[in-house]
């Protein structure tokens, strides 16, 4: 049977017909697009150019007709790999494209002066790079939606983004952000922070603050920390930005004050998703500890009071809940004939507990918005980029 439910605070879009995937991507979307462009923001860093899941990205996209640009935010470039880069993408890409360098040293010291930041302090990454991409569409007064795909996707189908940006393009829809979602189900299932730490912490949370908005509205997403997304404009240029692995939590969660629950939708991204897949030592963990620290501070401000006793008590309510994560994890494995999760998943729960009751260090500063940025330096990040392509 397939699934329709409504249960959360937003409305859910699955995807019950395939054969419409492509009635949207070839007739619906290049009309609601011709009055509302579309640009996609395709973060990336520099080891991501020798991944076989962006050459798979920029192939797929050289077939689209109703994008109006894809913005290539790029870090980690050495100096003699620019042309290189360059070539990659004009071959690559058969679509209009713009590459920003966001850690040149003259846009560094562009962005850092817009951040309000040292230059040395400046969080170089993901969050800049979509930061700055915003920033630099802002600079431009590009108006539509704007669209974020991560680029280290090895299934990739231009069809889904097509759903994704549909629900926030279409002007019947309504839709000022759209969030998608996936299985991340291959050989196995992966999506351990999601399933191990994030689901299982939000219902902690319940347990020992009760039901709050925040809590309710993130529970309402099937995949919170899933990458891709799509928002208008307006919006986009609102939002101050987290850096690092609270990206997503961040944004859901500044979205959740901006928006009311009626503007925003989850898009279903469909089985397969394969994802670039983290190691269990190291980035899980330091990612836990980031997502856990912005979500407590969100829930501060809020008004949820954050002691030291009640991160304790939170620790205490997440074994109860992640061991029932493991359990349905390992329930839902041995169902589909998938490895069984074992005493691994069981260890790396208690791994992630041990982030929470240290996950309230002082309060991250996130980007600033860019509708409160300064307008000389919007003017500086047009004028650095209209000498970049004078001298390309």
């Not at 798979?56 to 077939?63: D, F, H, M, Q, V």
């Not at 309710?216 to 609102?238: Q, T, V």
């Not at 500890?289 to 991160?311: D, K, M, R």
Request: net charge negative; hydrophobic share 45%.
């Amino acid at each position: 049977m397939s699934d329709f439910a409504q249960n959360g605070a937003v409305c859910t879009l699955q995807q019950l017909n395939d054969a419409h995937l492509q009635t949207i991507a070839t007739d619906w979307l290049p009309a609601a697009a011709a009055a509302s462009p579309v640009t996609l923001i395709l973060p990336c860093h520099a080891p991501d150019l020798a991944s076989p899941a962006l050459l798979t990205i920029c192939e797929a996209l050289s077939s689209v007709r109703w994008l109006d640009e894809v913005l290539i935010p790029i870090n980690g470039l050495a100096p003699d790999q620019l042309g290189t880069t360059q070539r990659f993408f004009s071959k690559h890409l058969q679509a209009n494209h713009t590459l920003l360098l966001t850690d040149h040293p003259a846009n560094t010291r562009i962005l850092a002066a817009a951040a309000r930041l040292p230059e040395s302090a400046l969080p170089q990454g993901k969050g800049l790079n979509v930061w700055a991409s915003i920033g630099l569409l802002c600079a431009r007064e590009k108006p539509g939606i704007f669209a974020l795909q991560d680029c280290d996707v090895l299934s990739f189908s231009a069809q889904t983004l097509a759903r994704l940006c549909f629900a926030a393009v279409d002007p019947e829809l309504r839709f000022n952000f759209a969030k998608m979602y996936y299985s991340r189900a291959t050989d196995r299932l992966y999506g351990r922070v999601s399933r191990l730490f994030l689901a299982p912490l939000l219902h902690a949370l319940i347990r020992v603050a009760g039901h709050h908005p925040l809590l309710d509205f993130l529970l309402s997403f099937r995949y919170p920390l899933a990458g891709e997304c799509a928002l208008r404009a307006p919006l986009a240029a609102k939002l101050p930005m987290n850096t690092g692995w609270a990206l997503e939590i961040g944004m859901l969660s500044v979205v959740f004050r901006e928006l009311n629950p009626t503007e925003i939708c989850q898009v279903d991204g469909g089985s397969g998703y394969d994802h670039k897949h983290q190691p269990a030592a190291g980035n899980l963990t330091r990612m836990c500890s980031e997502i856990a620290s912005s979500l407590l501070h969100h829930l501060a401000t809020e008004g949820c009071e954050i002691t030291p006793s009640f991160l304790h008590s939170v620790s205490r309510a997440f074994l109860r809940e992640s061991d029932e994560a493991v359990r349905r994890s390992a329930a839902l494995s041995r169902m589909n004939g998938l490895p069984e999760v074992g005493p691994e998943e069981k260890a790396l729960t208690e791994t992630f507990a041990r982030c929470i009751p240290n996950a309230l260090p002082p309060k991250p500063t996130p980007l600033p918005p860019w509708n409160s940025v300064a307008s000389e330096h919007l003017h500086q990040m047009l004028e650095f980029q209209d000498q970049q392509k004078a001298s390309n």
